[in-house]
């Protein structure tokens, strides 16, 4: 091994103690701890009575079930559809394709049901408000097409069932309705 000269030795020495006084440094300051501040009061609101609003929810279990049974009540007509169960904001809780259904079913069984749950009301009633209203069809989401059907709790909605894929949307709501049924509505 070549010896190194007196400068380059101490030029090294020099570098070394410059990294490892700046790695002391460094570490001091990111462990120091800053001056502490006078701690504020925590504060809480009173969110109790009339500040709060209960909702209901249909459980996964009984959206799963409900799925099932749309999808088994296509299946019997030998319909290849999508089934789609969304919570009350419109949130798929469970989807099942069914063999053989169509890449658009999907998407659109996801919206019939979000349509059905926003208005709490079979999408095949809405599309008819379409011919009084017809931008309607313009909120982001919707689909105005017979197949999707609410699942209501005392009188407010609480899921939506949409069904897509069936040669026509009296097919697709007659399937949605099958899921809402085994639901015991």
Do not use: C
Not at 22 to 47: K, L, V
Not at 71 to 93: C, F, M, Q, S, Y
């Amino acid at each position: 091994m070549k010896k190194m000269s007196l400068r380059a030795r101490v030029l090294t020495g020099g570098v070394a103690a410059a990294a490892l006084s700046a790695g002391t440094f460094g570490a001091m300051s990111a462990t120091a701890a800053p001056a502490a501040a006078p701690a504020a009061p925590a504060r809480t609101a009173d969110a109790s009575g009339h500040h709060l609003r209960t909702t209901s929810h249909l459980t996964v279990d009984a959206a799963t079930r409900a799925a099932q049974a749309a999808l088994k009540a296509a299946e019997k007509d030998g319909r290849h559809v999508t089934v789609a169960v969304v919570d009350r904001n419109g949130t798929p809780l469970v989807t099942l394709r069914g063999d053989g259904a169509g890449p658009q079913s999907y998407e659109s069984a996801i919206r019939k049901g979000f349509t059905a749950v926003s208005w709490n009301a079979p999408t095949s009633e809405l599309v008819k408000r379409l011919q009084s209203a017809p931008n309607l069809k313009d909120i982001p989401g919707t689909l105005f097409l017979g197949g999707g059907a609410p699942v209501a709790a005392d009188g407010a909605p609480v899921a939506g069932i949409g069904v897509a894929g069936a040669p026509s949307g009296d097919l697709d709501e007659k399937y949605a309705q099958a899921g809402v049924a085994s639901l015991g509505h």
